[in-house]
């Protein structure tokens, strides 16, 4: 009896073991950390155009994707003759074969080298087949224009060249000069305006011009807002010159003028070169009355 029962507390004892081995949970085995590498490497040109991801480094890569507004100037030089009255028109493609008018210079009258003062002004993608077609021709108020010769230009090769690009023109005589400009902004003030009216103060305005060198023909491009009553007046407004072009001795001249309803009193001058107020982006200070009181103030905008 003794024995039976040590036999039974055996075999229970060892049936316990092997159901504590069967349901026993397996050890977890912990998977080593992993590491991001220290500099990990940006994607390849190639991912970036495949996956359409905007690359954040380098910034240079970066700008070729984004659109870039291009300004630019033609001139035509050597038609076939100076009796000509040139303008021309400008076209731009999006599309293979498709053209929608861009817009279209000034005509210059009895002028076989003309130089235009229209800008232009263009959203350039890079890589996507944007053309500009120019067509000159000769204006005649009696009958239709006639044709002086046309160029077509691919603008990822424009930008490539620099944005200066001269170009034979076809179906004509002479060439053509398709050259960037690039707009500057700019703000004015006076101080110690003379007074021209016998009530009251002073209403000023100004009118800015630009010429090549400092005697050169002298153009308009604008004009402030009258201000009543005031010899310290702040214009606030932004004026553009849309014609810049580096080291090319453009001058800016400003006539500062008290409105009248019988005319405008003549309250002073000043000119000065636009180079370096580009270079330096600084508040420039100028006199402009006769008796030196008065300043005028340009300042980036």
Request: proline share 7%; hydrophobic share 35%; aromatic share 10%.
């Amino acid at each position: 009896m003794r024995f039976l029962l040590i036999s039974v507390l055996f075999t229970a004892s060892a049936l316990t073991i092997d159901a504590e081995r069967l349901y026993a949970q397996p050890p977890i085995q912990q998977k080593p950390p992993v590491i991001p590498p220290r500099n990990p490497s940006p994607p390849t040109y190639a991912q970036v155009v495949k996956q359409n991801v905007v690359l954040t480094t380098p910034k240079a890569r970066q700008a070729e994707f984004l659109p870039q507004n291009l300004t630019f100037i033609v001139s035509v030089r050597n038609l076939k003759s100076n009796s000509v009255d040139p303008v021309v028109k400008v076209s731009k493609s999006e599309k293979p074969g498709v053209y929608e008018t861009l817009g279209k210079t000034e005509t210059i009258d009895n002028n076989g080298n003309p130089d235009f003062l229209k800008v232009f002004w263009f959203m350039w993608k890079k890589g996507t087949q944007q053309k500009l077609k120019f067509e000159v021709r000769d204006v005649d108020n009696f009958r239709r224009d006639d044709p002086l010769g046309q160029i077509e230009v691919d603008l990822d090769d424009y930008v490539l060249k620099g944005e200066k690009l001269n170009v034979t023109l076809q179906n004509g005589t002479g060439s053509m000069l398709i050259q960037k400009t690039t707009p500057v902004k700019f703000r004015l003030y006076a101080r110690g305006l003379p007074n021209a009216d016998t009530i009251g103060q002073s209403d000023p305005y100004v009118e800015v011009y630009w010429s090549i060198g400092s005697n050169g023909k002298k153009v308009k491009f604008a004009q402030t807002s009258v201000i009543e009553n005031n010899e310290n007046p702040d214009w606030n407004e932004t004026l553009e010159f849309a014609n810049y072009i580096k080291n090319t001795d453009m001058w800016w001249t400003f006539k500062v003028y008290d409105s009248d309803p019988t005319g405008s009193d003549d309250l002073g001058e000043a000119i000065f070169e636009i180079d370096p107020f580009v270079l330096r982006r600084q508040t420039k200070i100028v006199s402009v009355g006769k008796k030196g009181k008065a300043t005028l103030a340009v300042t980036p905008a």
